[in-house]
């Protein structure tokens, strides 16, 4: 459906893009703009690839100068404090915690933590998951299951949300009775990232960072009397990284901030992974039939399976790309795009790259509008890139690789029921709600 506000005709569609673009705050969105970003993207790279922005900062939406800015880690730096004091206050719970997670920080800070971070998040961490998570999807498709063929379930709450909560809640071996609130703990943290905050959204991402926090003080100290596997427990590994090449360990507060962290990162992404697919499967029904006929050929949880559903999860990380923008700021006097004139960035100023337009950049991407399922070279940003890619991309696709196949093979005919209720965020790109059925077998 389209949006009362947006046209549907391709033409009206391309000159409401353009008055989108020519008038483009990320602090004044409009609804239909959350709806469908991709053709306001597309006007921008056309025409203001290199935009400046109404608050003097800057917007990057063409592949290249978002991976020019990647790769000068000395000239755009990745630390928030001179960023979200004023938007937080120094004092308060959620500049405490972003200051202080592995990815807004720069190094040599980051190199040690996120040295840290990966040891903990080892090759064996991270295949002894794959047991429990094919498990674990079983379970949660045989429970939709139960309510009957054309029973109504939300492909959300019942099956999107619930998998990497479990996952990272298994890996720093957090009681599963525990683990209620984790959801709506970090929905709020990372809600409050949006370009534009509110009120609310500020007193919840405070709240939940001290409700979090408090809770994960009390783990810790029991861990440290009852310490986990280390090979398995992911939380035991980071408790005891006196042991990390450099020999300094994580501060409590580096400790404590990066576990609510790695749940942040490691949840609403991937949500938003499985979700986007799933969604983006029911709306391209010959997308669908391949992917199902490429199934069907294989067996689950053979390599021949992996290597289909590798190729299809990084064409939906890069169709609908889980986190939509990121940040940097610049310390010195910078030139971007310089191959095509270029566009002097002053000392000082904040950068926002548009992970969301540069995967849809025509530049690097043939039929970028398209989803093709066997792309291939595939070179999306939906990770980042450069010393700050994602941390936990291994996991997340090794996530969204088991729940996509698994959901499709249960329900080859699922239908969607009525519309998807879309998260109302710029940066990350994701449904609240998505109600749908298995449909006929």
């Known amino acids: 459906m389209t949006p009362p506000d947006m046209p549907a005709q391709d033409q009206t569609t391309q000159e409401w893009a353009e008055r989108e673009a020519a008038d483009f705050d990320l602090r004044n969105l409009s609804s239909a703009f959350i709806d469908r970003p991709y053709p306001v993207y597309k006007a921008l790279r056309e025409a203001e690839p290199v935009r400046h922005m109404p608050d003097g900062s800057w917007l990057l939406t063409r592949h290249a100068d978002l991976v020019q800015v990647y790769r000068d880690s000395a000239s755009f730096v990745s630390d928030k404090q001179a960023e979200f004091g004023p938007k937080y206050g120094v004092d308060s719970a959620l500049f405490m915690h972003h200051t202080n997670s592995l990815v807004f920080n720069d190094a040599p800070r980051h190199t040690r933590v996120r040295g840290i971070i990966m040891g903990a998040l080892s090759r064996r961490a991270v295949d002894d998951t794959e047991v429990g998570l094919r498990a674990l999807v079983q379970r949660l498709l045989d429970h939709i299951a139960l309510q009957g063929p054309h029973a109504e379930s939300d492909l959300i709450e019942d099956f999107a949300s619930a998998i990497p909560v479990d996952i990272i809640g298994n890996l720093l071996n957090i009681p599963v009775e525990e683990r209620g609130p984790l959801r709506a703990w970090s929905l709020a943290i990372l809600g409050a990232l949006e370009p534009r905050l509110t009120a609310e959204q500020e007193r919840l991402g405070n709240d939940s960072v001290l ?9 810790v100290a029991h861990r440290r009397t009852a310490p986990g596997d280390p090979q398995r427990d992911v939380l035991t590994r980071l408790i005891h990284s006196e042991n990390d090449l450099n020999g300094e360990p994580l501060s409590e507060v580096e400790l404590l901030q990066n576990c609510i962290f790695l749940l942040n990162a490691g949840h609403e992404t991937t949500t938003n992974l499985i979700g986007n697919a799933l969604v983006c499967l029911a709306q391209h029904p010959q997308q669908r039939a391949q992917l199902l006929q490429s199934l069907s050929q294989c ?23 889980s986190n939509q923008l ?61 010393i700050h890619q994602c941390a936990g991309l291994s996991l997340a696709r090794l996530e969204g690789r088991v729940a996509i196949a698994g959901f499709v093979r249960r329900f080859p005919n699922f239908e ?18 998505v109600p749908f059925s298995g449909g006929p077998a």
């Not at 409700?211 to 783990?219: D, G, H, N, V």
């Not at 190729?311 to 939906?316: G, I, K, R, S």
């Not at 337009?357 to 450069?386: C, E, I, Y």
């Open 299 to 321: 067996e689950p949880a053979s390599a021949q399976e992996r290597d289909i559903m590798a190729l299809a999860t990084d064409e939906f990380l890069r169709f609908e790309s």
């Open 326 to 386: 990121g940040n940097r700021r610049s310390v010195v006097a910078s030139t971007i795009g310089a191959v095509v004139g270029g566009q002097a960035i002053p000392a000082g100023s904040l950068i926002t790259l548009c992970i969301g337009a540069a995967n849809r950049d025509p530049a690097v991407f043939d039929q970028p509008d398209l989803l093709h399922l066997n792309r291939t070279p595939n070179k999306h940003l939906a990770f980042g890139f450069g």
């Open 416 to 433: 969607l029921r009525g519309q998807p209720l879309r998260s109302q965020r710029a940066r990350f790109r994701g449904f609240m709600s």
């Open 211 to 219: 409700a979090f926090t408090a809770y994960l003080k009390e783990l």
